[in-house]
C-alpha cells in the first residue's frame, strides 16, 4: 500500500542555492527536483514563450501541470525544491490573478508546515540559461515568497548563508522524521 509523505519545502528567489542544497540532500533524503527548471529548458528548446520573463501565466500553467504529475510520481520523496506557492508570488510580482487552481490547493496535506527559506545571497547569486531574471527582481520576488508563505500560515525557516554542508546539517536538524 502505497502512503503519501507530505514533502518539507525548500524555497527562496532563483540564485539561492536551493538546487546545489538538494543535490546534496539527495545523498540522504529522496529529494523531488524543481519543475521550473525542465519547463523553461522545454521551452527554450522548442521557441516557446512559457517562461516568467516571457509568459508568466503560461510557465505558471505548465508548471502547475508539471508539478501535480511530480507529485503523483514522488509519493515518498521527503523534500521538495520549491513547491506550487512559488508560482503565486511570480503571479504577484507580475501583476496578474492568480488563478482558482493555485488559490484552492491543499497545501497543508502535500506540505509540511515547516518550510525552508534560501535568503537572497549575492556573493552566490548568477544568471544561467534558465535563470535570466536581475538580481533587483529576485530580491521582489523573495519578498513575495515570504509574504505568500506566511500568509498561507506555512512556517519559514530561514536557512544560514553558510556552506552547503553547513546547510545540509541545519536542515538536518530541523527534520521531524
Given at each position: 500500500?502505497?502512503?503519501?509523505?507530505?514533502?518539507?519545502?525548500?524555497?527562496?528567489?532563483?540564485?539561492?542555492?536551493?538546487?546545489?542544497?538538494?543535490?546534496?540532500?539527495?545523498?540522504?533524503?529522496?529529494?523531488?527536483?524543481?519543475?521550473?527548471?525542465?519547463?523553461?529548458?522545454?521551452?527554450?528548446?522548442?521557441?516557446?514563450?512559457?517562461?516568467?520573463?516571457?509568459?508568466?501565466?503560461?510557465?505558471?500553467?505548465?508548471?502547475?501541470?508539471?508539478?501535480?504529475?511530480?507529485?503523483?510520481?514522488?509519493?515518498?520523496?521527503?523534500?521538495?525544491?520549491?513547491?506550487?506557492?512559488?508560482?503565486?508570488?511570480?503571479?504577484?510580482?507580475?501583476?496578474?490573478?492568480?488563478?482558482?487552481?493555485?488559490?484552492?490547493?491543499?497545501?497543508?496535506?502535500?506540505?509540511?508546515k515547516k518550510v525552508f527559506f534560501a535568503p537572497m545571497?549575492?556573493?552566490?547569486?548568477?544568471?544561467?540559461?534558465?535563470?535570466?531574471?536581475?538580481?533587483?527582481?529576485?530580491?521582489?520576488?523573495?519578498?513575495?515568497?515570504?509574504?505568500?508563505?506566511?500568509?498561507?500560515?506555512?512556517?519559514?525557516?530561514?536557512?544560514?548563508?553558510?556552506?552547503?554542508?553547513?546547510?545540509?546539517?541545519?536542515?538536518?536538524?530541523?527534520?521531524?522524521?
Open positions: 500500500m502505497s502512503s503519501y509523505i507530505k514533502k518539507y519545502i525548500i524555497t527562496g528567489a532563483p540564485g539561492t542555492g536551493k538546487t546545489t542544497l538538494i543535490n546534496a540532500l539527495e545523498e540522504q533524503y529522496s529529494c523531488m527536483h524543481e519543475v521550473s527548471r525542465k519547463v523553461i529548458a522545454d521551452e527554450q528548446e522548442k521557441n516557446g514563450n512559457g517562461m516568467p520573463w516571457k509568459d508568466v501565466s503560461k510557465f505558471t500553467d505548465l508548471v502547475y501541470k508539471a508539478s501535480i504529475a511530480e507529485l503523483a510520481l514522488n509519493p515518498h520523496a521527503i523534500l521538495t525544491d520549491r513547491s506550487l506557492l512559488d508560482l503565486i508570488a511570480y503571479l504577484l510580482v507580475e501583476g496578474k490573478s492568480v488563478p482558482s487552481s493555485l488559490n484552492d490547493f491543499p497545501y497543508h496535506h502535500k506540505y509540511e545571497w549575492e556573493s552566490i547569486f548568477h544568471q544561467d540559461m534558465q535563470r535570466l531574471q536581475e538580481f533587483a527582481y529576485c530580491q521582489e520576488l523573495e519578498k513575495a515568497l515570504e509574504k505568500n508563505y506566511i500568509k498561507r500560515r506555512f512556517e519559514i525557516i530561514k536557512l544560514p548563508k553558510q556552506s552547503v554542508a553547513n546547510r545540509v546539517s541545519f536542515i538536518s536538524n530541523h527534520l521531524k522524521l
